[in-house]
């Protein structure tokens, strides 16, 4: 509500300080930034850790199965914030696709200078708009915002965070859900501003409309910066003007900083004008405004602590504005801010991107401020004048249109007449009057913006102030009673385990008091479902008429209100006597209402700090399934190599047959071979080394043997195992490499750089003995053909050297003895005395096939021991290489295990003190 009487700025405005936060008079978040935040963050408000957030990428149990808690305020949404001061970027489509060089310059300044891109939509193709807001969206990205002017389908489609009506354009309330409804995931509502041209449709636009911000064009009047003096002060929005009151093309520097220091929150310029300033310009410029700016705000905060000290020391008597503090509750107030500074701590630690941590902090800095009585429900509903009535002076303005638009507190002031107040604007945007009201000597009342999906910025305001009230009065008309909006309100309020109390105002809007019973009836039967309790308080009360009648009886000398109230019996006016009973009994700290208010009151951080701490469990949960499903992930890829050595002992399987048969292959045609050629019908053979001499010839056999068997067969044999050392070496060293893949791949924002490995770790991947290879170069064909042929040779000697050649008829052998058996008759017959000589033959035969079988078999059996070290080798080494690459995964899942444990530990100890906190502030019971 905007106060009706003597509304008084701070000496120069500082509309360009707002900020919409919800933060006390005071407040700690008082930071000395150079530019106040308007501006979202990034990333939604609940988000996890940095390690947490990596782990996004990771497992089935990543959020994209569980969605995350996005806001805690109501719908998930939150308001966007605005940085001021701040320079509008203005473009059109031809800006940025006919100009080569556009995107880069928009990419430094939207890095620099500017906090918003406005794309005009209202000329020109749709499709070169939506071209252009896509390029212009690619550029800009998260750092500014983002709004397409008219265009909300194109917003809507290319991801703006929103657009820039015109004043004859959609309502706000349209573009903002055709928005929403396409940003379905967004955790922010889109930003609906307006261009207007007047002071009317700037007020119009910021109030009733809701938009979020406004683009005022000055237009050509000579006195307009003058004339935006009475806009500043009244429209609570940031206003960005377009100045085209300058004699020159572009504004100067002076005229920049004279608009600012106006109370403009920013100047829209085109990207001529901008290419206009260099960046020291615009350094030196910002450093001047912001100066500028901090010194009004510290200004402002001497002010307000002049003006506590001016108030009297009523605040600092009575700690937390309660009368008749025991020592108890003071060392309660101490305890819970003991208690509450560490919560604030190891929620910090474990949700270090949770924004709402604010509310809690806030909490805590307040914690001996007066007890807060906010009046909260729908626009029109009468809240205003509850409050005007409850104070006896009509302080603030009344109307059937929405008029509270910000959060307004009211604090105690000694002024002079009862008709006074003063009012500040504080740097985050709410309004702080200071009246001379009695009853705020003991407590602070806040007026509140309406709710209704109609006024969504004003129903955010609200709905973030509530965590901060001690208690609601709910006003409720008696024209709706119960709207399915109230409703909704309701049950957030519990969320944050509000104390309610009902004041059903209006009622003389009721014929008679059988419909005023129905109604509390109605309105009783219902909260008490969805409170869940039976003790539900209403106060019908009919606050215009009281208003009147307190105002008139004030005038009326020495006769007062309640004297009044009680002498006229009225039932429409006498219930708010009861409501004022209910407000004063709170006040007295040796009654149980009065302890009640104490309770409430050290509830309030309490409950926020509760809320707080299951909003870090459930994250704290979250992020503990997420680095045990990291874990898992990380020993499983390790462990999957074993599969990698099964399948590769599988395969290697048919390597070894095929070089175990091409060494039967060989040993079978050698052994045919000898079969050949070791029978004594062989005579060309006998006669060869009988006659001939050892070393004279080389049998044909041997070199059949060195040039067709062995020779080609050790060729082979070479080459099948030099493939298979190929194919070991290849697949580890392409496993490796994929193994490495799938840990970046799974982790992507955790690099390790090569030298956090040893230095060998990818030479595991090359490294192998080549045993099998080694094994088949010793074998010579030469040197094995020759030990044939000595064997082969000794054989024969043994056998016919005794008999001489003339004992063999060769022509008779050959021609009719063909076989082994055949033979040794005929060498019997031959000769006796060489029988026994010949009779060994076929054993001396048997004994080198036998020596051959043992031999080959014997390389066999080599070859695959060779083969399986090779393997073995290969093997061990991937799965070395795999540990070495996973095992700074498998640490950093493990560490972020333990953090988050240790951080679930200090939480559930968080709860324990808790609980213990609120037993011990359940048990105050009036001394
Ligand atoms: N009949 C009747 N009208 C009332 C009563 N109290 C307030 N009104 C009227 O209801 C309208 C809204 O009153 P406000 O006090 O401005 O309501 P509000 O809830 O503060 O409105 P916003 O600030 O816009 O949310 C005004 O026209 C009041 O005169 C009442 O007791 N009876």
């Known amino acids: 509500m905007i106060p009706l009487l003597s509304l008084r700025f701070p000496a120069s405005p500082s509309s360009a300080l707002f900020h919409f936060s919800p933060s006390p008079p005071f407040s700690s978040r008082f930071t000395k930034s150079p530019f106040r935040r308007f501006l979202p963050p990034t990333k939604p408000s609940l988000s996890t850790n940095s390690f947490s957030s990596t782990s996004q990428q ?91 002017a008219e265009r909300v389908d194109i917003a809507a489609a290319v991801g703006a965070s929103g657009v820039v009506l015109s004043d004859q354009g959609l309502p706000a309330i349209v573009a903002r859900n055709t928005m929403m409804d396409s940003k379905s995931d967004s955790v922010f509502l889109p930003l609906v501003a307006r261009t207007v041209q007047s002071s009317d449709s700037a007020l119009n636009a910021s109030s009733s409309e809701g938009a979020d911000f406004l683009i005022y064009d000055l237009g050509q009047e000579e006195h307009a910066n003058t004339a935006m003096k009475a806009v500043y002060e009244n429209v609570k929005i940031p206003i960005f003007v377009v100045n085209n009151n300058s004699q020159a093309e572009v504004p100067s520097y002076t005229e920049l900083t004279k608009i600012f220091k106006s109370g403009a929150s920013g100047v829209v310029l085109s990207l001529e004008d901008l290419r206009l300033f260099t960046d020291d310009v615009l350094s030196e410029f910002f450093n001047t405004v912001y100066t500028t700016n901090n010194k009004r705000q510290d200004e402002s905060i001497v002010e307000l602590e002049m003006a506590d000290i001016d108030r009297g020391s009523h605040q600092k008597v009575g700690v937390a504005g309660f009368i008749k503090v025991e020592d108890r509750e003071k060392q309660l107030i101490e305890k819970e801010r003991s208690v509450l500074t560490k919560a604030i701590n190891v929620f910090q630690k474990a949700s270090p991107l949770m924004e709402e941590i604010s509310l809690l902090i806030d909490a805590v800095a307040q914690i001996d401020e007066p007890f807060l009585l906010a009046i909260v429900g729908e626009f029109n509903s009468g809240k205003s004048t509850v409050i005007n009535a409850l104070l006896g002076e009509r302080y603030l303005t009344e109307g059937v249109i929405p008029t509270t638009n910000e959060i307004t507190f009211l604090r105690y002031s000694e002024l002079d007449r009862k008709d006074m107040q003063r009012c500040e604007r504080h740097p985050d945007g709410q309004l702080i009057c200071y009246l001379p009201a009695p009853i705020l000597k003991e407590m602070n009342i806040v007026d509140t913006p309406g709710t209704n999906v109609i006024l969504q910025r004003q129903q955010r305001l609200t709905e973030e102030f509530v965590p901060r009230a001690d208690l609601l009065f709910f006003v409720i008309s008696a024209d709706r009673p119960l709207t399915e909006s109230e409703v909704t309100f309701l049950r957030y309020t519990q969320q944050w385990k509000k104390k309610v109390v009902f004041v059903l105002n209006k009622s003389d809007l009721y014929q008679n008091t059988q419909e005023l019973e129905e109604a509390i009836s109605f309105i009783k039967e219902n909260t008490k479902k969805l409170l869940n309790t039976e003790d539900v308080t209403l106060y019908p009360v009919a606050a215009r008429l009281v208003l009147e009648e307190k105002l008139s009886a004030t005038s009326d000398v020495g006769k007062k209100y309640r004297e009044i109230v009680f002498a006229e019996s009225n039932w429409k006016t006498s219930s708010f006597y009861k409501l004022e009973n209910f407000l004063y009994s709170f006040l007295d700290g040796s009654t149980s209402r009065g302890m009640e208010r104490m309770k409430l009151k050290l509830g309030t951080p309490i409950a926020i700090a509760e809320r707080m701490l299951s909003a870090c469990e459930t994250l704290n949960r979250k992020d503990c399934e997420s680095a045990e499903q990291d874990l898992s992930s990380a020993n499983e890829i390790i462990d999957s190599v074993k599969e990698y050595v099964i399948k590769m002992e599988n395969e290697s399987i048919s390597w070894r047959r095929r070089t175990l048969s091409a060494i039967d292959a060989t040993k079978s045609r050698i052994l045919e071979l000898i079969e050949s050629t070791l029978q004594l019908s062989n005579l060309d053979v006998v006669a060869s080394f009988l006659l001939k001499g050892e070393s004279s010839t080389t049998l044909p056999a041997t070199s059949r043997i060195q040039n067709e068997i062995l020779g080609p067969a050790i060729a082979d044999t070479q080459n099948l195992l030099g493939d298979y050392v190929t194919w070991l070496q290849s697949n580890n060293a392409r496993e490796g490499r994929a193994y490495k893949e799938s840990f970046e791949k799974k982790w992507p924002s955790i690099t390790f750089s090569d030298k956090n490995y040893p230095l060998e770790t990818y030479e595991l991947l090359r490294k192998l003995d080549e045993l099998s290879l080694k094994a088949i170069e010793n074998l010579s064909a030469n040197a094995t053909s020759k030990q044939f042929e000595r064997e082969v040779r000794e054989v024969f000697l043994e056998t016919f050297g005794g008999l001489g050649a003339a004992g063999l008829s060769a022509s008779l052998l050959t021609s009719i003895l063909p076989t082994t058996l055949e033979d040794l008759l005929a060498l019997g017959l031959c000769s006796a005395g060489g029988f026994i000589a010949i009779s060994n033959f076929p054993a001396r035969r048997q004994g080198i096939i036998e020596k051959v079988k043992k031999t080959a078999d014997a390389l066999g059996q080599e070859l695959e021991d060779a083969m399986q070290k090779d393997l073995q080798e290969t093997t061990q080494n991937l799965e070395k290489f795999v540990r070495i690459i996973g095992e700074p995964y498998r640490d950093a899942a493990q560490n972020r295990l333990d953090k988050l444990l240790e951080v679930k530990d200090e939480l559930s100890n968080v709860r324990g003190t808790l609980k213990m906190l609120q037993v011990e502030i359940q048990n105050l019971h009036v001394s």
């Open 58 to 148: 990771l497992g089935p149990q990543g959020p994209q199965n569980q969605q995350p808690p996005r806001t805690l305020f109501p719908g998930g949404y939150k308001r966007p914030e605005i940085k001021v001061p701040n320079f509008v970027l203005q473009l059109d489509p031809n800006d940025v696709l006919a100009d080569d060089n556009a995107l880069d310059f928009i990419d430094k300044a939207v890095s620099k200078w500017v906090g918003l891109v406005v794309l005009n939509g209202g000329e020109g193709s749709g499709g070169r708009v939506y071209e252009a807001a896509r390029s212009l969206k690619a550029v800009v990205k998260d750092r500014a915002y983002l709004l397409i």
